[in-house]
């Protein structure tokens, strides 16, 4: 079956240059793609250190399962507060920029702190490059008021057979100290979509699983608009007692870009989701001149700034400056025995709870080539008094003034 776009159908006529130089690179380029440098007009102003935001874009389906008593409806909430993750995740800056853009790769040590605050009360994020090599983002999630912690790392690996394929690796661990109950949220892998016209998009592959420490299992299979029939960003998902997949007691289908349906175990409608019609919780971070140097808005601000007037030039300068003062320090590092201190995070060679569940859902103890990374409390509280202790020194509070950021 043929189309009628042309390639770089999507790319403004004085960039159609580069954008075909783009393809042939990475069509012959072998290794992680993350290190290739893509055409400055798909270039994000953002860092990949603020995706972990996306989690909790909607802070009340996040604490909603806290408030639930029957473990089954449970899980379902978790199972619904996941799906309503997906378009912001995978599909928001697409809608903003047009398409997909390449995001900034962040250097290590790289901070984005920030807090929601609505009805669910006061959800805090803190995201922290825990890895350069590979690339390795964690990040916590938590509101106290309703003891919910979500946690977690992911970094990916692309790779290039026919289109640019990510596969994500990681896991999400979510919290209910009420029930004192766990679940593993394991990461789908994605490919991206219209390469070839300048207009990339997200579309998820395969399964992905949530499975919950009290004995059921969520399975998610996702699937695209193929050549002849199916829809954009779709999927089926089940959930079921853990072990037994054919007695399923909820099943949900649709878009996770769109709208989903929610039916019980008799095919009855219970509930329903619409995506784009669900109404996002705005992010408040400090303000840039707030912040630490680590943190990302304030790192990347010059390289940003340049991005957002079209000057790539000294974006591609102030990069640089970036780039070299973190070899530098991996210099000093070497040259000295030691190794970056990660103020939030701590690697763990193994963990009873994700052991546990992993057995539950029927896969091997996850020993990745990563490691394994944990939110670190003891180093979070000295991390938030040296922040007070800086904020009397500068003579202001120490959460300080709150910006929005729209996303």
């Keep these: 079956m043929s189309s009628t776009k042309e390639e770089g159908a999507a790319i403004a006529p004085q960039n159609k240059g580069s954008w075909s130089s783009f393809l042939k690179s990475i069509a012959s380029f072998s290794g992680d793609l993350s290190s290739l440098t893509a055409p400055p007009f798909i270039l994000s102003t953002t860092s990949l250190v603020e995706y972990s935001s996306y989690w909790a874009k909607h802070p009340s389906l996040l604490v909603a399962p806290a408030s639930e008593p029957d473990a089954g409806k449970r899980a379902l909430l978790v199972l619904k507060w996941f799906l309503s993750t997906l378009k912001p995740q995978y599909s928001s800056r697409s809608e903003k920029l047009g398409s997909e853009k390449k995001p900034l790769n962040p250097f290590l040590g790289e901070l984005f702190l920030g807090k929601w605050q609505d009805e669910a009360g006061i959800t805090e994020l803190v995201s922290e490059q825990v890895s350069h090599h590979p690339p390795i983002t964690a990040y916590s999630i938590t509101n106290a008021e309703h003891g919910v912690h979500l946690q977690g790392y992911n970094g990916q690996k692309a790779s290039f057979s026919r289109t640019i394929n990510v596969k994500q690796i990681g896991h999400a661990l979510l919290h209910l100290s009420r029930y004192d109950e766990d679940y593993l949220i394991t990461l789908p892998s994605l490919h991206i979509e219209g390469l070839i016209y300048g207009a990339p998009f997200v579309e998820l592959n395969k399964s992905t699983f949530i499975q919950s420490s009290s004995g059921y299992t969520a399975k998610i299979d996702y699937s695209g608009k193929g050549w002849l029939s199916g829809k954009k960003n779709s999927f089926t998902a089940t959930l079921y007692p853990t072990g037994k997949e054919k007695e399923i007691i909820y099943s949900i289908e649709g878009q996770w ?52 007037v079209g000057d790539m030039d000294a974006a591609g300068i102030e990069k640089s400056k970036i780039e070299n003062e973190q070899r530098e320090l991996r210099r000093l590092e070497k040259a000295e025995n030691r190794e970056w201190v990660r103020r939030y995070f701590t690697a763990a060679e193994e963990d009873a709870r994700l052991e546990k569940l992993s057995k539950m859902l029927g896969e091997r103890g996850e020993a990745e080539k990563c490691g394994i990374w944990r939110w670190d409390e003891a180093k979070a509280k000295v991390a938030l008094s040296v922040a007070e202790e800086k904020s009397k020194t500068e003579g202001r509070a120490a959460a300080g003034a709150q910006v929005p950021i729209i996303s």
């Excluded at 669900?278 to 992010?283: F, K, M, V």
């Design 257 to 308: 870009t769109d709208s989903f349906t929610i039916k019980d175990a008799k095919g009855k409608v219970i509930d329903t989701w619409d995506a784009k019609k669900a109404e996002t919780t705005p992010l408040f971070t400090a303000p840039v001149a707030d912040q630490d140097p680590l943190e990302s808005r304030r790192a990347w601000e010059k390289v940003a700034s340049a991005i957002i």
